[in-house]
């Protein structure tokens, strides 16, 4: 990236409806649909289905700093899924729907631990939040179908 741009990945469930509400956000430049955190190289979305991949459905957004800010990216991440339920988000069920933050810089690991921590304190939620706060790992892009799912088919049923 460069001094315009910044990177975050967050995963937040199924990947369609996470992209389809960070791409409206202002100052985010591009959306990526992929898969993170698993055990090996290149899985394709059927891999990854199976549940066994240990990769997470997961969204890379490439944002413009000076107009959002990564603290505001993680406040809509906290509010689109349920950080408390474990490998589940609606009726989707696996460790591919995790709930995880992959941070890029130490920066953004300390900021993300520390919003958790907030959160929690905060009462906001009955349940323990389970997210993963790891280390960005590699990104492997989502087949073409995938990307801007929802803008592509004119919208749909999003769990979130």
């Not at 290149?42 to 997961?58: I, L, S």
């Not at 706060?133 to 492997?140: E, H, R």
Request: aromatic content about 12%.
């Amino acid at each position: 990236m460069n001094d315009n741009t910044q990177i975050a990945t967050f995963a937040a469930g199924c990947f369609w409806g996470v992209e389809e509400i960070f791409r409206k956000i202002k100052g985010v430049r591009s959306t990526t649909v992929g898969y993170t955190g698993g055990r090996f190289e290149n899985p394709t979305y059927e891999d990854v289905c199976t549940d066994r991949t240990g990769h997470a459905e997961a969204l890379q957004i490439q944002y413009d700093p000076k107009q959002v800010s990564y603290e505001q990216l993680l406040e809509v991440f906290w509010n689109i899924h349920d950080p408390t339920t474990k490998n589940r988000q609606g009726p989707d069920i696996g460790s591919q729907y995790r709930s995880m933050i992959c941070y890029h810089t130490p920066e953004q690991g300390k900021i993300a631990i520390k919003a958790k921590e907030e959160l929690e304190r905060s009462g906001k939620f009955r349940n323990k939040i389970v997210t993963e706060i790891v280390p960005a790992s590699t990104f492997y892009k989502a087949e073409e179908y995938h990307q801007k799912y929802y803008q592509k088919r004119g919208g749909g049923r999003c769990y979130l």
